[in-house]
């Protein structure tokens, strides 16, 4: 019975790390979109969400089954319900680098990844970090999550850069309304994702100890 757990854990971690991975390319391909205005490319990041969405189903039916028919240890259980954790904040990732797919969309032929100062440096930030904290969770790696949920104060930091500097545009062409809360989405979106990503960091904290934040919930 214990073999066949295992076996199973095994199987679990394998189709997590496939879906991270997964949404790590989604992520990467976005800012490359968005960099080069590529919008086949925004497209095909869109269509490809789906799978990241059927994957999150996937894993938690294998780890709902887990739980109810093998009755895990405390250790065990704490696998399983980081992963279940886990596979949420993926998921969200991808929806965000899809949901920024479809700004991408909108912009007419406008070479724009650089007309917010701050935007570049916040994607790059958030795809690091996004890359750490899985990384992390693939290793067990608890420092490197720690090291890696730290960069989450730098992408909130560059958020408020990033206000600043569109409240400066709309200040300075009032017709450039729309197209500045489209930077002000796209920003609010790359914060959202260092969320998450910090997010798996504490999760995988949990996985290891029992505790977030150093505050026990098992």
């Known amino acids: 019975m214990r073999k066949f757990f295992n076996d199973e854990l095994e199987k679990l971690n394998v189709d997590l790390t496939k879906m991270a991975h997964l949404v790590e390319v989604s992520l990467e391909n976005t800012i490359d979109a968005f960099k080069h205005q590529n919008k086949q ?80 440096s916040m994607a790059k930030k958030a795809k690091l970090m996004v890359h750490e904290s899985i990384e992390a969770f693939i290793s067990q790696d608890l420092q490197r999550a720690k090291i890696a949920k730290k960069m989450d104060d730098e992408i909130d930091q560059l958020f408020q850069e990033v206000k600043q500097e569109v409240m400066e545009i709309i200040k300075e062409n009032h017709e450039r309304v729309d197209f500045s809360i489209d930077f002000l989405m796209i920003a609010k979106y790359l914060e959202r994702i260092g969320d998450h990503a910090s997010n798996i960091c504490e999760w995988l904290e949990f996985n290891q100890t029992g505790k977030v934040n150093n505050h026990r919930l098992m």
């Open 41 to 120: 490319l925004a497209k095909d990041i869109i269509a490809n969400d789906r799978l990241i969405n059927d994957m999150e189903r996937a894993i938690e039916s294998r780890s709902f089954n887990l739980m109810l028919r093998q009755q895990p240890i405390a250790g065990d259980l704490r696998a399983v319900t980081s992963a279940l954790k886990i596979v949420t904040d993926l998921e969200r990732i991808g929806d965000q680098a899809s949901d920024i797919a479809e700004i991408i969309l909108g912009f007419d032929g406008e070479q724009v990844y650089r007309t917010v100062e701050h935007i570049p």
